[in-house]
């Protein structure tokens, strides 16, 4: 989040028509992504193979998690569009390390609880089940968040 505010800032600072493309480009990459959760929706209810599944350690699992977190092209696109609004060319850097341990604090407490819940019972399962109905959601909020942004409300 703070390299992902950074680069932003960076950009407004060297750029005069920096913030318009980041603007549109923000509404691009929501409307893509949109697109992406509603094309899995519609595939219907994901199969799911037990005997596929690898068994590894707690810290493999952080690992990977962590390296996930890290390099998701769809987070730092994420990033992109929702900080894109707020960060001008002359932000403090006081500001952009809010703005990272912020990213930081919610991610870490989504991570968290996810876990925590999914980690007992047949949690998990359901929510397999239901995954594509949890993509259209999220299309739809895609979609409402690129018109937003594209209407000047942010």
């Given at each position: 989040?703070f390299?992902a ?7 407004l ?11 549109w ?21 994901k ?6 599944e690898e ?8 690992i990977?998690g962590?390296m996930?977190?890290?390099f ?12 894109a ?10 500001t952009?390390?809010g ?23 047949d ?32």
């Open positions: 989040a390299l505010a950074l680069g932003l800032a960076t950009a600072s060297l750029h005069d028509g920096a913030q318009l493309a980041l603007h480009g923000g509404v691009v990459i929501l409307l893509w992504l949109g697109t992406r959760f509603i094309q899995n929706s519609w595939k219907g209810p199969t799911h193979d037990i005997s596929n068994v590894s350690s707690d810290f493999t699992g952080f990977q962590f996930i977190a890290l998701n092209p769809k987070i730092l696109a994420w990033m992109l569009a929702l900080y609004p707020f960060i001008e060319a002359d932000v403090s850097i006081g952009l390390l703005m990272g341990a912020l990213g930081m604090a919610i991610d870490g407490t989504w991570y968290v609880t996810v876990a925590t819940i999914l980690s007992s019972g949690r998990i399962e359901r929510l397999r089940s239901i995954a594509h109905v949890i993509d259209g959601c999220m299309g739809v909020l895609m979609f409402a968040f690129a018109g937003l942004l594209a209407s000047g409300w942010f």
